[in-house]
């Protein structure tokens, strides 16, 4: 029987790349989000499944469950993807913001998660969530975005922990800089800042990054594509920073560096 892979946020960015990288390993492709047509694109260009719903309530996680288990008759992966940032320190964060970012990056996962173990239990199948290197390392003016990551990476592992001896999998990938249209907001602020165009300002960001560039929403894809395959059958609970090596790198050291 052909598995099915829910996607949510899966109509842009890393989550419509994922799309596309399971249809081609032969999975019945299910995206599901808020805006209705970039999910019925993505599902018309990978001969998938277009849900509208909103998984920060626990209804819009349930009906995109449902409506994914109605449609192929079962759910095999789940890919969480959906993201929202609300740049800002601590002392200048609203509430609204705040709680916008937490419903989004967390509430949602938790919610959607939870309405899809059911089904994945019974086909011992997977979960991958997409956190962020925000969710392993501190950045600036970034308190809702980055505490949203992090809990998003020890909601993953707790059901890791709670749910791999019922059969279920579930591993979080952390990219680092992915140009995707969420990222090009924020690499134009710094465009605008240093005076210069988004290639530029990209290469800026990349500067002290090992692979000195961004990644492409393909590449990131391909390791969600993994965790989610029977392939990475023994992973379980993992953290895969997608990054270029960011993650690994000491900023004090930098000075030293011979080619810097």
């Known amino acids: 029987m052909t598995p099915t892979v829910l996607i949510i946020g899966g109509?842009?960015?890393?989550?419509?790349?994922?799309?596309?990288?399971?249809?081609?390993?032969?999975?019945?492709?299910?995206?599901?989000?808020?805006?209705v047509a970039p999910l019925e694109a993505v599902a018309s260009a990978v001969g998938g499944f277009a849900v509208s719903a909103d998984a920060s309530t626990p209804e819009g996680a349930s009906s995109a469950v449902e409506a994914c288990v109605e449609r192929f008759g079962?759910?095999?992966?789940?890919?969480?993807?959906?993201?929202?940032?609300?740049?800002?320190?601590?002392?200048?964060?609203?509430?609204e913001r705040w709680n916008l970012v937490i419903g989004t990056n967390l509430t949602a996962p938790f919610l959607v998660c939870r309405a899809a173990l059911p089904h994945l239990i019974k086909s011992r199948g997977a979960i991958v969530t997409v956190s962020s290197l925000a969710g392993l390392r501190a950045d600036p003016a970034s308190a809702a975005y980055c505490s949203s990551k992090a809990g998003l990476v020890m909601l993953t592992q707790c059901i890791a922990l709670d749910y791999g001896p019922l059969g279920v999998?579930?591993?979080?990938?952390?990219?680092?800089?992915?140009?995707?249209?969420?990222?090009?907001?924020?690499?134009?602020?710094?465009?605008?800042r240093r005076g210069v165009d988004r290639d530029r300002a990209y290469s800026i960001a990349a500067a002290d990054i090992p692979a000195r560039r961004a990644g492409t929403p393909e590449e990131a894809a391909e390791a969600v594509a993994w965790l989610a395959s029977p392939a990475a059958s023994y992973v379980n609970g993992a953290v895969l920073a997608v990054d270029g090596g960011a993650a690994i790198v000491d900023a004090g050291t930098l000075a030293f560096a011979p080619h810097a």
């Open 74 to 95: 079962r759910l095999d992966a789940l890919v969480v993807s959906a993201g929202a940032g609300a740049g800002a320190m601590v002392a200048e964060q609203t509430i």
């Open 11 to 35: 109509g842009t960015g890393i989550g419509a790349a994922v799309a596309a990288r399971m249809a081609a390993s032969g999975y019945a492709v299910c995206v599901s989000g808020r805006r």
């Open 169 to 192: 999998r579930a591993n979080t990938v952390c990219p680092g800089w992915i140009r995707t249209a969420m990222a090009d907001e924020e690499i134009d602020v710094l465009a605008e």
